[in-house]
């Protein structure tokens, strides 16, 4: 299924929106308005009513949406209908806390392994997964289905991860390490900028001094 | 200095010139071109010169960017003229990440104490930072000064954790556990929601295939 006509913008509050609804399920909320969701998620109710017009009509006059249904929507269209095999390269703190995260899982990114060039993490497990080495990443992927790699490295290793990611079949970067990776376009990369983030609160914080 | 008609949209653009100049300046790079700056960053060459007339005109035609005076431009405007004494809350594999990223130092973010309930970790140190218990939180914070807090407990910690916030003078908190938190219009909260970034990329991934 294609949504080709769907903004960034829209599909980056989805997850919002996955996230609430889903809170609302397992209080057994069973129908909320574009109001009430409103209140919960902060979003105006007409850009809600605009959002979820993207994926046809859920929302009812007079009944509103099935929460259900919306979340079981929103789950298809962010691509959680399957399960995703997944490493993480770089087994440091931040990698480490990336393994330990049980909600990834739960959403279906099956960690398969932790790659570290580190010998020191050697025979290491974080959350009953081994840490290896790099030297058989390359077959490790291809044996294991990986379709998505965590770059939890320092900024030096990153892009030299990235290269070796491209001689696999992975189409599917999460890079953490303060650097914009070069990639082929096929490859799709999405950045956790934190040094971006940080720098965006002190501006905040300063303009409002 | 308020830069109130600036866009939301431009500030979050700014730490990615911030960090690209700065990578001019070690490479003892002194002036640019929008054309040779775009290449080099991804933005066209028209949104850089859109994004750096906000901020008055540093560029001079035939001449190009003086990336000394702009890089410091946008250090002021980010607010990183001056430094900020920041304290960790949850000392996980998370918090430890964020304590022995150095970066943070280098750009004004002193690290003063890393706070956690947990018993386990009294008497441990993070990058040579002391982890504390909650007890004395509230007096620490106004003892050291303190302006930002980064929140990397658990979902259920984190709003307790707020809540004490608000109780501070701190007006800034970089949140990292998966809940939106609810707090006073004065307190400025950058939420880094892994998650959300997580299904955005499984829905480019799915788009994709």
């Known amino acids: 299924m294609k949504d080709k006509n769907i903004s960034v913008a829209v599909i980056r509050r989805l997850p919002k929106y996955h996230r609430y609804l889903k809170e609302l399920l397992d209080r057994d909320i ?7 969701l409103s209140k919960i998620i902060g979003f105006t109710a007409s850009q809600i009513r605009q959002d979820l017009n993207n994926f046809g009509g859920f929302g009812q006059q007079g009944y509103g949406y099935n929460v259900e249904d919306l979340y079981q929507e929103i789950s298809k269209i962010l691509g959680l209908t399957r399960n995703y095999n997944v490493v993480i390269v770089g087994a440091g703190n931040l990698g480490q806390a990336l393994a330990n995260y049980t909600s990834f899982g739960r959403l279906g990114f099956d960690l398969k392994a932790i790659f570290d060039i580190n010998p020191k993490f050697r025979g290491f497990k974080v959350n009953d997964v081994d840490v290896l080495d790099m030297d058989n990443f390359e077959t490790f992927i291809e044996e294991n289905a990986v ?7 320092s900024r030096n290793g990153a892009q030299d991860v990235a290269d070796r990611v491209q001689k696999t079949k992975v189409k599917a970067i999460w890079n953490f390490a303060p650097i914009d990776l070069k990639v082929n376009e096929d490859v799709i990369v999405e950045n956790v900028h934190l040094i971006d983030n940080l720098l965006t609160l002190s501006y905040f914080l300063k303009e409002n001094q």
């Not at 069973?30 to 009430?36: L, Q, V, Y």
């Not at 379709?147 to 490295?153: F, K, L, P, Q, R």
């Open 147 to 153: 379709e998505i790699v965590y770059i939890c490295t």
């Open 30 to 36: 069973r129908r909320i308005s574009s109001k009430e």
